[in-house]
């Protein structure tokens, strides 16, 4: 998943997590305080060189992933499948059961082509190892959003639940 962090805020949080001021990051990177000031309050921008520099000197870790652009939606649908995941790991035979299930009345329903391909191959899913399936609810490949336009797992949350998975996903986005 591709998602803007803002350089300044990632490299306050990641300070503050080590324990570190700005003066003591700033000796331990080979900079200057007033420089660190600056990349955290936004006036200056660190290159993704620098940034990685200091982040590692806190102690931490800088990741990048490049991936595509996730819409709205799609990050709903994560959040609402993340949620599915967790009770699938909970009681994978009741969540299954139900998926196959809403298989039957969503293949009564549809008509195209494509739809029956995707049918075809939550089919596999269900039947295949539950990594495979929670791969695929977490996934945020442009293939995986795709399946989970189909999702078979309606119902697996209750209103409650899925109303409280979006208003902590909307926080997010």
């Known amino acids: ?36 000031a600056a990349y955290e309050s936004g006036a200056k921008e660190p290159r993704l060189s620098t940034l990685d520099r200091l982040v590692s000197a806190t102690g931490q870790h800088l990741y990048v992933r490049v991936g595509r652009h996730l819409t709205r939606t799609d990050r709903r649908s994560l959040a609402l499948h993340a949620a599915v995941n967790a009770r699938l790991c909970e009681d994978s035979q009741a969540v299954l059961r139900k998926a196959r299930k809403n298989m ?15 049918f075809a191959e939550w089919d596999e899913l269900l039947d295949g ?3 495979a399936v929670s791969e695929t609810l977490l996934s945020s490949s442009e293939h995986a959003c795709d399946l989970r336009q189909v999702s078979p797992f309606a119902g697996v949350l209750n209103d409650g639940e899925r109303r409280a998975v979006i208003a902590a996903a909307a926080v997010l986005l």
């Open 1 to 36: 998943m591709v998602s803007f962090v803002d350089p300044s805020q990632l490299l306050r949080e990641a300070r503050d997590a080590s324990g570190l001021s700005q003066r003591e990051l700033a000796a331990c990177a080979g900079t200057s305080g007033p420089t660190i």
């Open 129 to 131: 190892p539950l990594t």
């Open 104 to 118: 039957v009345t969503m293949r009564a329903a549809a008509k195209g082509r494509a739809a029956q391909r995707l």
